[in-house]
């Protein structure tokens, strides 16, 4: 598979789990990357404005799928995955797995179910808990090492969060 090929395909899987596709490409190039990139290279490689990638970019930076870092002297920001970056949609896999195992145990609550129902039903409720039992660990052991190597970059590089409203720099006052 070439490189273009690779990013359409991420491109095109993220879309289908109801991500942007602009966000699996930019995962298919940073995963294509040694070095983090700034997002200028990243739009460039792309064909999208930086307005267009940053709509993008910063709900990852905020959910922690890529990490930012300043560039010395200079104003500009490198980005790089963590590690984890496909973390947050187990975790909403997990969650919305455990909203249907929760409703399959209503159904099984209910009197008079025929048996046939009942056993496709019981069927079911064990498959889907024994997927979000062992998701779920794979998640939560992700989870644990995604914060510890959050916090140590952050420590490291306390200015690489953007701030949470527009720029931050100069909020402006609403005089009443």
């Known amino acids: ?24 490409k930019v995962i298919a190039l940073l995963l294509l990357a040694s070095e983090p990139q700034s997002l200028g290279e990243l739009a460039s490689r792309l064909g999208v404005s930086k307005a267009a990638l940053l709509k993008v970019v910063r709900p990852m930076v905020e959910r922690g799928d890529l990490k930012r870092w300043r560039e010395p002297s200079s104003r500009a920001h490198r980005l790089g995955l963590t590690d984890q970056a496909y973390i947050h949609d187990l975790r909403v896999h997990v969650l919305n797995s455990r909203r249907v195992l929760a409703a399959t145990r209503k159904m099984l609550r209910k009197k008079g179910l025929e048996e046939g129902v009942r056993a496709q039903l019981t069927r ?41 409203k527009g720029r931050g720099r100069n909020p402006k006052l609403k005089l009443t």
């Open 1 to 24: 598979m070439n490189p273009n090929d690779f990013i359409d395909e991420l491109g095109d899987a993220y879309y289908c789990v109801g991500r942007p596709v602009l966000e699996g």
């Open 124 to 164: 079911h409720a064990e498959v889907v808990e024994k997927a979000v039992q062992s998701l779920e660990a794979v998640v939560r052991s992700v989870e644990e090492e995604q914060s510890r190597d959050l916090e140590e970059h952050l420590e490291r590089d306390w200015d690489a969060l953007p701030p949470p």
